[in-house]
């Protein structure tokens, strides 16, 4: 019995340390934009996609979006961007930092190509998209930017229209967001204080053994 309790007390101890090791989730949030049905929007919404269209539909609503809507994350995180589709004729990017996708190169599709960015702070991401149709960096925000949240927040698409003439269903390019949670300073203070706890009561059960 007395093994059984122990056992116990060192997988809940466990439990702890990993819970702390992981931290808080983030998730992803929106505000403004308006609401935007893509079944009836100029053009149809038909872009190529990266894998399987069935693996977007099962995340995403992609029925309608939010077109304008500033897309946000509730804490720092590192995000992975992943060209997960389009559909322009256009030569478009998408940029953040110094790092950007391309929907082709050399005629080439891009589609998977992938880079990872460390957001340091809670609030709206910075990016923004280029397009050879039109003449400026199209920011987070704009009207010419849509986009769509999964049900559970860890997950964004992020939906360009260039505002080519005829087409307004915003697959010229399609980013894929996702969000790997980064421990705060206090929850990796957290999990050292539980590693050093489970070390000293494993120190203690070694010392009570050898003096039975």
């Known amino acids: 019995m007395a093994s059984i309790r122990s056992v116990a007390r060192a997988a809940l101890l466990a439990l702890g340390i990993a819970s702390a090791a992981v931290g808080q989730a983030q998730t992803f949030g929106s ?89 340091q702070s809670a609030g709206p991401l910075s990016f923004g998209f280029l397009s050879n149709g039109l003449g400026s960096l199209l920011q987070n925000g704009f009207a010419q930017v849509g986009v769509f949240l999964s049900q559970d927040r860890q997950h964004a698409l992020i939906a360009f229209n260039d505002s080519f003439r005829g087409d307004a269903d915003f697959d010229d390019m399609l980013v894929h967001v996702s969000i790997t949670p980064v421990p705060e300073p206090e929850t990796a203070l957290l999990w050292l204080a539980g590693l050093a706890g489970l070390g000293g009561w494993l120190r203690h059960r070694r010392g009570a053994r050898q003096v039975v």
């Open 31 to 119: 505000s403004g934009g308006t609401p935007v049905s893509l079944i009836s929007a100029p053009g149809s919404f038909n872009p190529t996609w990266f894998g399987s269209a069935a693996d977007y539909s099962g995340l995403f609503d992609l029925s309608s979006l939010l077109r304008g809507a500033e897309l946000s994350i509730s804490g720092p995180a590192q995000l992975e961007f992943t060209l997960a589709g389009f559909e322009a004729s256009y030569n478009n990017a998408f940029v953040v930092g110094d790092q950007q996708l391309n929907n082709r190169l050399g005629g080439e599709s891009q589609l998977g190509s992938t880079f990872s960015f460390r957001q």
